[in-house]
C-alpha cells in the first residue's frame, strides 16, 4: 500500500495512527462484540465513547464551563441556518462579514431569518481583510458572525473582532489548527471534515446564556437549547464520525495538543509561501497580512500549464491540488494531519516544475 499527500480542502487527510486504530476497532470494539457502527447510540458503550470524546476536546480547548459541546448534523451548511434561528433572541437585525465564498453562504441564508447588515465586504477584486475601523456595525445587531478562514480563496483572520454582541464564527477549516479562547466567542461551529474527522458531523460549542429562544420554526434537531439537554442526541447522531473525531482529539493531544498543532501549522505555512514568494514562477493572490495557514491558493505564470502541473503532481503521489471550480489555479490544504513531509514534497516538486517549465 502506497499512500499519497493529499492536500484535499476537505474531505481532507486523517492522521494514519487514527486510521490504524479505526481499522484494528472496524468489527469488534474493546470487547462489546459489534462494531462502533452497530452500537446504539444510547446503549453503554457508545455513551462512554461519546463522552470521552466531548471531555478531549473541552481540554484541548480549554472550554468553559459556562459553554455546551454539541455533536449535530447538518454541516456547517446547515449551521448558517441554525445560528440565526437561535441567536436571534427577539432581535431583527444580525450583523455580517463578507470575506468570502462562504460568508456569502452564511449571508444568503440567514436573510431568510432576519434582516443582515453587512458590515463590511473585502473590496472587488481583492483577496484580503477590512480594517475594523471601516466597518458599518449595527446599533442593536443579535450577534456579528464572520469566517474566521475561508477555505476558497485562502483569506484569514489573524485577530479577533471587538464588538459587544456575541461572536459567532464559522471555523470548520480552522478550529484546532492553534489555540484559541474559547470565552471570545458566543458561538463556534465546524464541519468535521478538514480538522476533525470525517464529514457527517458538525461541532457546535455555544455559551449558556445563548440557549434556550430558538424561534418557533427551528427544527428540533438544530434547537441548541433541546440537543443540549439530550447531550446531542435528540435524534440519532452519526455515530461512527464522532467516534473518529474522538480517536482525533485523542492523537492531537498525544501530539503535545494545540500549541503544538499550531508550531507545525505556521511551519508547514511557511515554507509553502517562502518557495511561492521566491518564484516567479508562481503567485499567491492573497494579501500577505491575511494568508491562511491551512489553505493556500497559488497560480502559475502560465494557466495553460495547470493541467499538466495537476497531472505531474497526481504522478508524483501529491493529489487534490485544483484550485476550487469557482476561482481555478492551484490550492494546498495543509491541515493538521498533512505532515512536513508532504509539504517539503510539494515545494520540491514545483521547484522542479517550475525548472523543466518556465
Known amino acids: 500500500m502506497a499512500r499519497v499527500f493529499n492536500f484535499s480542502a476537505g474531505p481532507a487527510v486523517l492522521p494514519e495512527p487514527v486510521l490504524q486504530r479505526a481499522a484494528e476497532e472496524m468489527l469488534e470494539w474493546h470487547g462489546s462484540g459489534m462494531s462502533v457502527m452497530e452500537m446504539s447510540h444510547r446503549g453503554k458503550q457508545f455513551v462512554e465513547i461519546a463522552s470521552r470524546a466531548e471531555q478531549t476536546l473541552r481540554d484541548l480547548l480549554q472550554v468553559p464551563d459556562n459553554y455546551r459541546v454539541l455533536f449535530l448534523q447538518g454541516g456547517a451548511s446547515g449551521m448558517f441556518a441554525a445560528a440565526p434561528l437561535n441567536l436571534l433572541r427577539g432581535?431583527?437585525?444580525?450583523?455580517?462579514?463578507?470575506?468570502?465564498?462562504?460568508?456569502?453562504?452564511?449571508?444568503?441564508?440567514?436573510?431568510k431569518y432576519c434582516d443582515v447588515n453587512v458590515a463590511a465586504a473585502s473590496p472587488e477584486g481583492r483577496l484580503t481583510i477590512p480594517p475594523q475601523a471601516e466597518w458599518k456595525l449595527s446599533e442593536q445587531p443579535a450577534y456579528l458572525h464572520y469566517t474566521p478562514n475561508e477555505t476558497i480563496s485562502g483569506v484569514e483572520f489573524h485577530w479577533v473582532p471587538q464588538v459587544d454582541v456575541p461572536l459567532v464564527v464559522d471555523m470548520s477549516s480552522t478550529i484546532l489548527s492553534r489555540p484559541i479562547n474559547v470565552a471570545d466567542?458566543?458561538?463556534?461551529?465546524?464541519?468535521?471534515?478538514?480538522?476533525?474527522?470525517?464529514?457527517?458531523?458538525?461541532?457546535?460549542?455555544?455559551?449558556?446564556?445563548?440557549?434556550?429562544?430558538?424561534?418557533?420554526?427551528?427544527?428540533?434537531?438544530w434547537d441548541f437549547k433541546a440537543q443540549a439537554d439530550a447531550d446531542s442526541m435528540l435524534n440519532t447522531p452519526p455515530t461512527y464520525a464522532w467516534y473518529i473525531a474522538g480517536l482525533v482529539f485523542e492523537w492531537i493531544r498525544e501530539h503535545g495538543g494545540l500549541t503544538a498543532m499550531g508550531e507545525r501549522n505556521r511551519r508547514k505555512a511557511d515554507t509553502l509561501y517562502q518557495a511561492i514568494d521566491q518564484s516567479d514562477f508562481y503567485r499567491n493572490p492573497v494579501d500577505p497580512d491575511c494568508r491562511s495557514w491551512m489553505n493556500v491558493p497559488f497560480i502559475l505564470a502560465d494557466s495553460e500549464l495547470d493541467k499538466t502541473f495537476l497531472a505531474e503532481a497526481t504522478e508524483a503521489g501529491l493529489q487534490t491540488l485544483a484550485g476550487h471550480r469557482s476561482v481555478g489555479g492551484m490550492r494546498a490544504s495543509l491541515y493538521n494531519a498533512m505532515p512536513q513531509e508532504g509539504v517539503d514534497a510539494l515545494v520540491s516538486f514545483m521547484q522542479d516544475f517550475a525548472r523543466r517549465h518556465g
Not at 432581535?91 to 436573510?111: C, H, L, M, P, Q
Not at 458566543?186 to 461541532?203: C, D, L, R
Open 185 to 221: 466567542y458566543g458561538m463556534i461551529y465546524a464541519g468535521a471534515q478538514k480538522n476533525i474527522g470525517p464529514a457527517g458531523i458538525t461541532v457546535v460549542i455555544v455559551r449558556d446564556d445563548l440557549l434556550g429562544d430558538a424561534m418557533p420554526q427551528t427544527p428540533a434537531v
Open 91 to 111: 432581535g431583527r437585525v444580525a450583523d455580517y462579514v463578507n470575506t468570502g465564498a462562504w460568508s456569502k453562504k452564511a449571508i444568503a441564508e440567514a436573510k
